[in-house]
């Protein structure tokens, strides 16, 4: 009949049908809307047999029994789908996985290896990947559930892998291999900024809103295992915080996808999402914990994304009781499906720590309207096995802080005039050591806290987060190209710190790829241009020049063609990658480029103090050392850039205050929407349409 169908989807034997167009066959009139799915003006519901024993734990976690769908929609404003299978997609997988061979190894090499060395003591500077067996057991995936949102479109996509992926490691006559690899856990794949284009799609965001579920085997060839205690602990934790930190929110995998026609995505907003809140957990206690009060010494983990904490722990007891302050952490949260994993442990002195029960609930539960902002909630724990354990609970508190976005002169409108920074805190100085790692229970505890509250304002909001967005830095002052460059922002006693400075797109731009640089530099030998001349053109140093002409002095009496295209020119090729690496690598010494967002939790703070630091050769060491080479106090309202240090730091300043209100993206359920949802609803009649609510 013409109609169109901006969105729908099956859930819990309620279809929803979004936006649209014209009048279908049975007399269902959509109303009309122009703009998308994301501006949809509004939406009815068909009810239609639900399966028998059909449940969806996300929304039995999210609403309590006798709750409906329409509850969460107008409750969360998103449309969600019903699980789909996705076969077809795991077919098309099988025959593309021998094929990532290559980039496993990287990632194996660059970034597993590093943090194995650095997890195992002892032997762990000397373990070295030595095989990768990819196998032919591609992962499954799904099923899969599509949400669309304001920004975009969301796909949660369940992954399960149980392959014959193995990965040898070599230490002296020892080896080890990891083996038996089993991956289980939820992608979420967010199709964003949606754009008026050719291609809609701006860009592309892969996350694990949850840390997945890693299982893997040890195989130990010599006396490795019985030489470190806890190796398997050491190197099961260091996979899964390299997972972590590449995965898993708020960290993510983002790709810009050109639009043709439409703007350029911004890489920053695509890949930095602002959070939706702060949720504070207060473990209050743990009852009937399995083992012997006599041996039994407890500390509790807790996890949200990628962020984990760690309480005291309480000695010889299976009834531990905490306090207040010292059991009570911040967590950022970013997605509502995000969810709470809790960790009971017994410490051990001289083997390592066991897992004895574990519990886990949803933030949305915590975060819901309907519980209020502050809640106790008790859990049961379970066995490592996943078997209930008889009586055994934890109690826990929590209280939900919701992000309201406020501009900064509204902030220091309130708040008293910021005190110029100490002139020897601004002089360029070596910076003290600070822990890089999240926190654990032998460390500093309070990193994440945001700290006790001050007098109220901003409609008794105390307490605020600081979205630092560092752009660029133009170098001068005490700065020169010699180092890597990075920024420290530190707003109200908490700093966050970006990672080393890169090159920008246009830098990028600039350079030839591989394969052109390789055809070019035989091109121009074979023309005779002179090394010198030959360095010029290519950004080659007179080292790198004179490797190249050296080698190709000996294929001089080969054709063009066969030396552009002969198996040997891997060697030119890996000669192309480095002048390549060195060169990017000294153009983000000189024009460091960052494209990252700090987000910052603190107390409302009349200002923020922004730091260039560099890392340089200690005089006696020779080790490299991070030296602060410009520092600058700023209000908490000023625009950027910003100059520190005769150098300039180009980015913004966005705030969110924290109040402790039912959620913005909650509208209020009234009265006449309450009666519609609970009322039971008949099949759609052709004479008779539904009407929109």
């Not at 470190?228 to 390299?242: I, M, Q, R, T």
Request: hydrophobic share 40%; aromatic share 6%; with cysteine.
């Amino acid at each position: 009949s013409g109609m169109r169908l901006v969105g729908f989807g099956l859930q819990r034997g309620v279809l929803w049908v979004v936006g649209g167009v014209s009048t279908t066959a049975a007399g269902v009139v959509l109303e009309s809307e122009s703009g998308g799915a994301s501006r949809r003006k509004g939406a009815f519901v068909v009810p239609l047999p639900a399966a028998e024993g059909f449940k969806d734990p996300f929304m039995e976690d999210l609403l309590d029994e006798g709750s409906t769908d329409e509850q969460h929609f107008d409750a969360y404003g998103n449309l969600i789908t019903e699980n789909q299978s996705v076969e077809w997609l795991n077919q098309s997988i099988a025959p593309m996985w021998p094929f990532l061979d290559e980039g496993l190894r990287q990632f194996i090499f660059n970034r597993i290896q590093p943090a194995i060395q650095e997890a195992v003591p002892v032997i762990g500077g000397s373990l070295k990947f030595s095989k990768l067996t990819v196998g032919q057991v591609a992962p499954k995936l799904g099923p899969v559930t599509s949400q669309v949102t304001e920004d975009g479109v969301e796909l949660f996509v369940m992954v399960d892998y149980s392959g014959d992926l193995a990965v040898d490691f070599d230490v002296g006559v020892a080896s080890v291999q990891l083996g038996d690899l089993t991956i289980n856990g939820e992608l979420l794949l967010t199709f964003k900024p949606l754009v008026d284009g050719i291609n809609p799609i701006g860009g592309l965001e892969l996350c694990c809103l949850d840390q997945p579920d890693i299982k893997l085997n040890l195989k130990a060839k010599g006396l490795l295992l019985d030489a470190v205690p806890n190796f398997y602990s050491l190197v099961k934790g260091a996979v899964d915080n390299v997972i972590a930190k590449i995965l898993v929110a708020p960290y993510n995998i983002s790709v810009r996808i050109p639009t043709v026609t439409g703007p350029v995505t911004d890489y920053a907003s695509l890949k930095y999402r602002d959070p939706l809140g702060v949720l504070r957990l207060t473990v209050d206690k743990a009852e009937h914990i399995p083992g012997s009060s006599w041996t039994m010494d407890p500390y509790v983990k807790m996890q949200v994304g990628a962020d984990y904490w760690y309480t005291d722990t309480i000695p010889r007891t299976l009834n531990p009781v905490w306090h207040g302050h010292a059991a009570t952490q911040d967590f950022l949260v970013y997605h509502p499906r995000q969810h709470l994993f809790l960790e009971v442990h017994d410490h051990n002195t001289l083997s390592a720590d066991e897992m004895v029960g574990e519990a886990r609930t949803s933030v949305a539960r915590l975060t819901h309207p309907k519980y209020g902002t502050s809640t106790t909630t008790r859990l049961p724990l379970v066995s490592p096995h996943g078997q209930q354990i008889k009586d055994a609970a934890l109690t826990l508190k929590s209280e939900w802080l919701h992000a309201v976005p406020v501009r900064p002169a509204d902030v220091a409108a309130q708040l008293p005039r910021p005190t110029p920074l100490a002139a020897a805190d601004a002089a360029p100085h070596t910076l003290a050591s600070t822990p890089t790692s999240p926190p654990n229970k032998d460390t500093e505890r309070d990193k994440w806290r945001l700290g006790t509250r001050t007098d109220a304002c901003l409609s008794g909001a105390t307490e605020m987060i600081t979205m630092f967005r560092v752009d660029r830095v133009s170098l001068g002052g005490a700065a020169d190209d010699a180092g890597p460059y990075r920024v420290r922002v530190t707003v109200g006693g908490n700093s966050r710190m970006t990672e080393k400075g890169g090159t920008s797109d246009a830098d990028n731009a600039k350079m030839l790829n591989t394969g052109a640089t390789v055809e070019m530099a035989t091109r121009l030998h074979a023309a005779g241009m002179a090394q010198d001349e030959f360095g010029k053109v290519l950004r080659a140093t007179a080292e790198e020049s004179e490797t190249f002409y050296a080698r190709e002095a000996k294929r001089a009496v080969q054709p063009l063609p066969t030396r552009l295209f002969s198996v040997e020119n891997k060697e030119n090729e890996s000669w192309a990658n480095g002048v390549r690496n060195r060169i990017k690598q000294e153009t983000s010494y000189s024009r460091p480029n960052f494209s990252e967002v700090l987000t910052i939790p603190s107390t409302l703070s009349p200002s923020f103090d922004v730091e260039i630091i560099a890392q340089r050769p200690d005089s006696s060491s020779k080790k490299l050392t991070d030296t602060v080479v410009g520092s600058a106090r700023f209000p908490i309202d000023h625009k950027g850039p910003f100059s520190v240090g005769g150098c300039l730091v180009h980015g913004s300043v966005k705030l969110a205050v924290l109040e402790a209100v039912e959620a913005k993206h909650a509208p209020p359920i009234t009265a006449e929407l309450e009666a519609k949802v609970k009322a039971p609803r008949e099949p759609p009649s052709p004479e008779a349409a539904p009407k929109a609510f």
